[in-house]
């Protein structure tokens, strides 16, 4: 018998049986992938983000580095940014896509473009620059 709790895994014997009590800390930190060709970009949000002590930030400037380097089920949210130089967003989502078909991935952009007709469809489309207490509210509501 296994009961989860807190991230400590304690053996108990009551009545001639063995219980193992595993403890998960609640506060268990979010795996985040964060890939934009600005370096500048994805260091803001890296601080910004891990200074909240909610989540583990992985960032990549190349998105083919990125790809090369993702492992299905390790990350609970992807964030790309939408124009990168050799493959854009949406590319980089298909081949995400393909190895973790479960995995949630939310579009920036600085471009008007992008977010004015893509918005209906891609509801998770974040224009940048952005507020850091704003991205982080809805971060924790996607992963809820």
Do not use: W
């Not at 009590?21 to 983000?49: C, G, H, W």
């Not at 993702?70 to 992807?78: D, E, P």
């Not at 620059?129 to 809820?144: G, W, Y």
């Amino acid at each position: 018998m296994y009961i989860t709790l807190m991230n400590k895994t304690t053996t108990l014997q009551a009545n001639n049986q063995i219980i193992i009590l595993t403890m998960l800390n609640s506060s268990i930190k979010k795996r985040i992938l964060f890939v934009d060709d600005e370096p500048d970009i994805t260091l803001t949000f890296k601080i910004a983000l891990h200074s909240t002590g909610l989540f583990e930030v992985y960032t990549f400037n190349e998105p083919l580095q990125a790809l090369a380097n993702f492992k299905s089920g390790f990350y609970h949210l992807v964030f790309t940014d939408i124009k990168m130089p050799k493959m854009n967003g949406y590319e980089f989502r298909q081949k995400i896509k393909e190895i973790d078909n479960d995995i949630k991935i939310c579009f920036l952009t600085a471009s008007e473009i992008y977010h004015g007709d893509r918005t209906k469809r891609d509801k998770l489309l974040y224009k940048k620059p952005f507020a850091i207490d704003a991205l982080v509210r809805q971060i924790n509501s996607i992963l809820e």
